[in-house]
């Protein structure tokens, strides 16, 4: 059977194990935890009360359940983190597009001038080639008589 003192030590094992930090053991209503444990304790007995009471589980199973919530947490903080990257990368793709949309309206506008004045070149050009036309199949001095 394990006990919360056991439960907070377990905790407290792990995150010491990350940041190599020794702390002293204090004394949380009857229960000897390490000090950075002390708060986390503290509010599982205000908010749940003596969970740990009753309990059957075995220091083998709390430390592998622990062990995965605390995998679960590292996971969670990492999408959280890899979020926020993504979300940045999200904006920056997003400025650039919004570039690119002016960019385009400003080449279709571009683009739609060129038309009517290519339009209007090719009708100058029509127009050019019928009076051309008219002198090389008729004489000069038709239509003087």
């Known amino acids: 059977s394990i006990d919360l003192t056991e439960i907070a030590d377990m905790w407290a094992d792990d995150a010491s194990t990350e940041d190599q930090v020794e702390s002293s053991l204090v004394s949380v209503q009857g229960y000897r935890v390490k000090e950075a444990s002390a708060l986390l304790l503290r509010n599982i007995l205000e908010k749940h009360g ?22 679960e947490i590292r996971e969670a903080k990492g999408l959280v983190k890899h979020g ?10 997003n400025q650039v597009l919004m570039e690119t949309w002016r960019q385009l309206e400003e080449l279709t506008k571009k683009l739609n001038a060129a038309e009517v004045e290519d339009k209007d070149v090719r009708q ?22």
Do not use: P, Y
């Open 50 to 71: 003596d969970i740990a009471l009753n309990c059957n589980i075995s220091r083998v199973q709390m430390l592998g359940w622990l062990k995965k919530r605390l995998d």
């Open 84 to 93: 926020s990257n993504l979300k940045e990368a999200m904006n920056r793709n």
């Open 124 to 145: 100058k050009i029509s127009d050019a080639k019928a009076s051309v036309s008219f002198f090389i199949t008729h004489s000069l001095a038709d239509g003087l008589l």
